[in-house]
């Protein structure tokens, strides 16, 4: 069973600090891993897409991501009010067709 | 880019009607389409895979001859909720995959919301 887990939250952050969320997924075929934004009654939007061991940095986000510990995680710089929302952990496999999503952690910036 | 569009945003209709939802991929073609339900403060939840020129598949637990889909082109699938009921109430999402080599990105459309009276 693919799995991908998430810390549901709230996880809350003072503005200007850095949120660091966490995702573990239990396929060890997975080769895609993405961060999605979702903001209440919106769809998901992509904000980081990452293949490769490793950080990978895009303005004030970075996705890290470790196979071997099958983890991957997105930090967010300085924090503000607006990044508050449910952020999606996704992963998918090489032969998949699917991605699968995890739950979601809700992000909350105190202002 | 990678645009994805949807109509209607919002739609209401009476119990036992059908209801069709159009998802665009407005700037690339899309091989593959994927149609999810949200309900309130619930995870995204995979209904079907469709691709273009074959017959989508479903989900477990989900009704394909309740929630008919029809991937005509790269650039367009549409979902009709058949004799809709107040339980099919909900927030219909769809995201499409660029054809071609790609690292399986998926975009959303911004959503339909559906409400059955």
């Known amino acids: 069973q693919k799995e991908v887990e998430q810390n549901s939250g709230p996880l809350s952050v003072p503005e200007g600090a850095i949120a660091s969320l966490n995702c573990t997924y239990s396929?060890?075929?997975?080769?895609?891993f993405f961060w999605y934004r979702q903001y209440s009654g919106k769809s998901p939007e992509l904000i980081m897409s990452?293949?490769?061991?490793g950080d990978k940095e895009d303005g004030r986000f970075t996705a890290q991501l470790n196979k071997a510990s099958q983890y991957v995680s997105l930090l967010i710089r300085d924090s503000q009010p607006s990044d508050s929302a449910t952020y999606l952990c996704a992963v998918n496999g090489v032969r998949d067709d699917k991605i699968i999503f995890g739950k979601g952690t809700r992000l909350h910036i105190l202002p | 880019g990678a645009v994805v569009s949807q109509h209607p945003s919002r739609v209401i209709c009476k119990s036992g009607t059908s209801v069709k939802i159009e998802c665009r991929s407005l700037?690339?073609?899309?091989?593959?389409m994927f149609w999810y339900r949200q309900f309130p403060k619930q995870s995204l939840m995979l209904m079907a895979t469709?691709?273009?020129?074959?017959?989508?598949?479903?989900e477990q637990g989900v009704e394909k001859d309740k929630f008919l889909i029809n991937h005509a082109s790269l650039t367009l699938s549409t979902l009709t909720v058949t004799s809709a009921h107040p339980e099919d109430s909900s927030f219909y999402i769809c995201?499409?995959?660029?054809?071609?080599?790609?690292?399986?990105?998926?975009?959303f459309g911004p959503g339909t919301r559906l409400t059955v009276l």
């Open positions: 700037d690339f073609q899309a091989t593959t």
């Open positions: 396929d060890r075929g997975s080769q895609s």
């Open positions: 469709s691709n273009e020129g074959s017959k989508a598949t479903y």
């Open positions: 995201s499409a995959r660029e054809a071609g080599p790609t690292y399986n990105e998926q975009f």
């Open positions: 990452i293949y490769s061991n």
